[in-house]
Nanobody, 124 residues
Framework: QVQLIESGGGLVQAGGSLRLSCAAS????????MGWFRQAPGKEREFVAA????????SYADSVKGRFTISRDNAKNAVFLQMSSLNPEDTAAYYC?????????????????WGQGTQVTVSS
């Protein structure tokens, strides 16, 4: 089992950048493919980005492609989401998640473990 804690959220102006971190404890993060999801008030949780166990494969939602970058450091048991060119539509609670499946996963119901989330608010 793994426990996930997100950090790095906050308030940023449109066009700005933030870097989210997801720290893991318990089982080594290298055993899991990882993903980032977000959920805005009144909306369903949506996929943002995912990365394979080794970090060689990634996937992004069309809405963030070219602006967000997912990465991981298995030695530090951490996953990151670098977000740039933020706009108000990116405002949401961001969650990292871990899956035991050995591939890049975009469906939230295929993830086994979730963090508590970190709020990102982008002002116009």
């Amino acid at each position: 089992q793994v426990q996930l804690i997100e950090s790095g959220g906050g308030l940023v102006q449109a066009g700005g950048s933030l870097r989210l971190s997801c720290a893991a404890s318990g089982r080594a993060l290298s055993n899991y493919a990882m993903g980032w999801f977000r959920q805005a008030p009144g909306k369903e949780r949506e996929f943002v980005a995912a990365i394979s166990r080794s970090g060689t494969d990634t996937s992004y939602a069309d809405s963030v492609k070219g602006r967000f970058t997912i990465s991981r450091d298995n030695a530090k048991n951490a996953v990151f989401l670098q977000m740039s060119s933020l706009n108000p539509e990116d405002t949401a609670a961001y969650y990292c998640a871990a899956t035991l499946l050995p591939l890049v996963v975009t469906r939230h119901d295929w993830y086994n473990y979730w963090g508590q989330g970190t709020q990102v608010t982008v002002s116009s």
